[in-house]
């Protein structure tokens, strides 16, 4: 039986509600809204919150939402077909009101919704009494693939097709005979490939030059093997300035100074950006060179909607008329480094914000897909909540104690190194940073650690803040257990009056039950301020992963009703991912968290903030 249902516009006027039990439902339904509707994950067509599944249906034609509430445990089969028939049920009865937008008017739908509710009940009996059937070739996902997908090419193994493929060989057939006899589409699609491949063979032959000219003396003759001289490889004489393990004065430290780093007062500074309509402008200004008018079509035609721009007029949009649209779009996706779970959810959450909806006269299919998508990763980057370390740290500072942070991640993805940056950051705003040292599991963590502290208080020495260390580092070895350490650290830091506490943890695998119990054990003992999650942006698929596992053990390891799980994400090594800045995409989708910073060099000032504009439009390109 369900426990509620209502008809509501997308401006939050209610349009009819039944409820079957005295149980409240508002903050179900506010957080179906604001967690999936306003966040546009609109692809899953249900949501599970208190023990209550919601299952919704958009009408983007007429801007309303279906939503239907019942009981979690239960397995209600009809709910789906109840919502598309009261869906098209209340279109056709109150369709001019809702044209005209008449929402304060009373639609009494009682006895519909009780017929339907009904026959809906009956049919979800029959469907469980009734044998179970197998699916149907239509029915099944093979029968759904592309003809691209089932082109044969180079290298793929043909032993394992079942299908037999008929070679036609056309000089043998006259060309009477060739007219009568209808050609199926894959025999098509071999007889030009086959014409394609003698063309390019021929075209070759042709264009080939005789070996004899290439050959000179000098390329007969055999070149001395040369030793390679590497850019930064240095001598034995260097190994004295290198050493970075003994403590130098300042005048003689050949560690780089404050000038050379650069700075980071303030607020870290957005990502460099340039939007197309500079680089518009930039290239009618600064090109003079002519450009053939073939070209320019070219230009314009190419991208991922070229294929759909000549679709404009008035007219439904339909899930058959945007098949072609999100296919190639979610490769694109794909392409940019967007995992391909995540880029399946976000073509299924376009799809549902734009079937039924009517183009205008003069609108696209193409420019209206990419509007929406475009809209949607706005949407998913833009963070649900500002993460503003400075000011939590001041906040901190009025209550005496210090702020904690800590980070955790996989190995190797430069944990330490962003630990560094994000520590200079902050001295560079006048704060004392106290840095525990609890990867106790890796080999050389610690002097790492330590190597970044002598580094850093190089650039900012004592004598320039009334001669106070900035940075200090806490550590007890390796073998212990890193929750006592960090506690140990964090109230070293209270005594000492210290701002911040960044707490160091060792990289672990999200599959390694022993170190995800031991990261679960120190956040829920030492309760930081922030927990922040460091990944790569070159990673793709692997990313939901990580993020899915590391939250579901910060969770199921805390043995607590109210669990701290990851608060931010550090997007580090994005100086060499080029265009493919899907991995940002994926990671904010999965958990929900804001990308705090992103890593972008490997000098201490390479740190910035996430540009939404920029991520999503290199992403449509």
């Not at 049919?123 to 691209?148: D, H, I």
């Not at 080939?208 to 001395?224: I, R, Y």
């Amino acid at each position: 039986m369900l426990d509620f249902f209502s008809i509501f516009s997308k401006g939050g006027i209610v349009l009819w509600c039944f409820q079957g039990t005295s149980q409240i439902f508002t903050s179900s339904v506010n957080a179906l809204i604001k967690a999936v509707i306003l966040q546009e994950r609109t692809g899953q067509l249900s949501y599970d919150h208190d023990n209550v599944t919601l299952k919704y249906k958009l009408d983007n034609e007429f801007e309303l939402v279906y939503v239907v509430a019942y009981q979690k445990i239960l397995q209600l089969s009809y709910v789906d077909k109840f919502l598309n028939d009261i869906h098209l049920e209340f279109r056709d009865a109150y369709k001019n009101e809702l044209q005209l937008q008449q929402f304060g008017g009373k639609f009494e739908i009682n006895e519909m919704f009780n017929s339907i509710l009904k026959s809906a009940e009956d049919w979800g009996r029959l469907q469980a009494a009734a044998p179970k059937m197998m699916k149907s070739f239509e029915e099944s996902q093979k029968s759904k693939k592309t003809v691209a997908s089932m082109i044969e090419r180079k290298g793929d193994d043909k032993e394992n097709k079942k299908v037999k493929k008929v070679e036609i060989k056309v000089p043998e057939v006259k060309p009477e005979i060739i007219q009568n006899i209808e050609l199926s589409e894959e025999d098509i699609i071999q007889q030009k490939r086959r014409e394609f491949a003698e063309k390019m063979a021929a075209g070759k032959n042709k264009s080939k030059p005789p070996t004899e000219k290439l050959k000179s003396p000098k390329a007969t003759s055999k070149k001395s093997k040369e030793s390679r001289v590497w850019p930064l490889g240095g001598a034995p004489k260097d190994m004295e300035t290198l050493d970075y393990t003994k403590d130098k004065d300042i005048g003689e430290s050949p560690l780089p100074q404050q000038a050379s780093v650069g700075t980071l007062q303030g607020e870290v500074r957005d990502m460099d950006f340039e939007s197309e309509s500079e680089e518009e402008e930039q290239q009618e200004e600064g090109t003079t060179d002519y450009v053939p008018k073939q070209v320019t079509q070219q230009k314009k035609q190419t991208g991922i909607f070229s294929l759909f721009k000549n679709l404009v007029g008035s007219k439904t949009i339909t899930e058959e008329v945007m098949t072609p649209v999100l296919d190639k779009m979610r490769d694109h996706l794909i392409a940019k480094n967007v995992a391909s779970e995540i880029a399946g959810k976000l073509c299924d959450s376009v799809a549902a914000k734009l079937n039924g909806k009517v183009l205008g006269t003069f609108e696209s299919l193409a420019n209206t897909v990419k509007a929406s998508l475009t809209e949607s990763l706005v949407q998913i980057l833009s963070p649900r909540r500002r993460v503003d370390i400075l000011r939590d740290v001041f906040e901190s500072q009025r209550q005496n104690r210090p702020y904690v942070m800590s980070f955790c991640g996989v190995n190797g993805v430069g944990k330490s190194t962003n630990l560094a940056k994000i520590c200079f950051w902050l001295i560079e705003n006048n704060f004392r940073v106290l840095i525990a040292a609890c990867d106790t599991f890796r080999a050389g963590a610690v002097e790492q650690l330590r190597t970044h502290m002598r580094h850093l208080n190089s650039i900012h020495p004592p004598e320039k803040h009334g001669g106070r260390q900035m940075v200090q580092l806490y550590e007890k070895g390796y073998g212990k257990d890193a929750a006592g350490i960090a506690l140990e650290a964090i109230n070293y830091a209270r005594d000492g009056g210290i701002d911040v506490v960044m707490i160091d943890t060792a990289g672990r695998m999200q599959d390694n039950e022993p170190l995800m119990r031991a990261l679960a054990k120190l956040i829920k003992v030492n309760e930081p301020d922030l927990v922040l999650f460091v990944g790569e942006a070159l990673v793709g698929n692997e990313a939901v992963d990580q993020l899915v596992k590391f939250n579901q053990a910060l969770a199921d390891y805390s043995n607590s009703e109210n669990p701290h799980t990851i608060d931010g994400i550090v997007l580090t090594k994005f100086d060499t991912i080029d265009d493919k800045v899907g991995a940002a995409i994926s990671m904010t989708y999965i958990t929900g968290q804001p990308i705090v910073f992103i890593g972008t060099g490997q000098t201490y000032a390479d740190l910035k903030t996430l540009n939404v504009k920029a991520v999503v439009s290199i992403l449509m390109k």
